[in-house]
């Protein structure tokens, strides 16, 4: 079955960096577009960004531009949040999604709490 397991969050300061890792198996990883979607406390979900199965296109949510940068490496099977210059607001339980036959599918979700 589709697991995507999430790994690298944590406690940072602000202006911080912290990597996020999500390691896919149970569907063919490099045919999949996958993408990184954040929860704060009592916000809605939403979508951080987004990479194409061949890392040709990438889509990032204005809040995060120029700040974070998505990645994945076919060959391992993850795909990669490179998070820099961080932020209090950035605190939230970051997801790892994908979309297999019309069904999404989510990761268990990793903790970044930014605070001095």
């Known amino acids: 079955q589709v697991q995507l397991v999430e790994s690298g969050g944590g406690l940072v300061q602000p202006g911080g960096s912290l990597r996020l890792s999500c390691a896919a198996s149970g569907f063919t990883f490099t045919t999949n577009a996958m993408s990184w979607y954040r929860q704060a406390p009592g916000k809605e979900r939403e979508l951080v960004a987004t990479?194409?199965?061949?890392?040709?296109?990438?889509r990032y949510a204005d809040s995060v531009k120029g700040r974070f940068t998505i990645s994945r490496d076919n060959a391992k099977n993850t795909v990669y949040l490179q998070m820099n210059s961080l932020k209090p607001e950035d605190t939230a339980v970051y997801y790892c999604n994908t979309k297999v036959y019309y069904t999404n599918y989510w990761g268990q979700g990793t903790q970044v709490t930014v605070s001095s």
């Open positions: 990479i194409t199965s061949t890392s040709r296109y990438t």
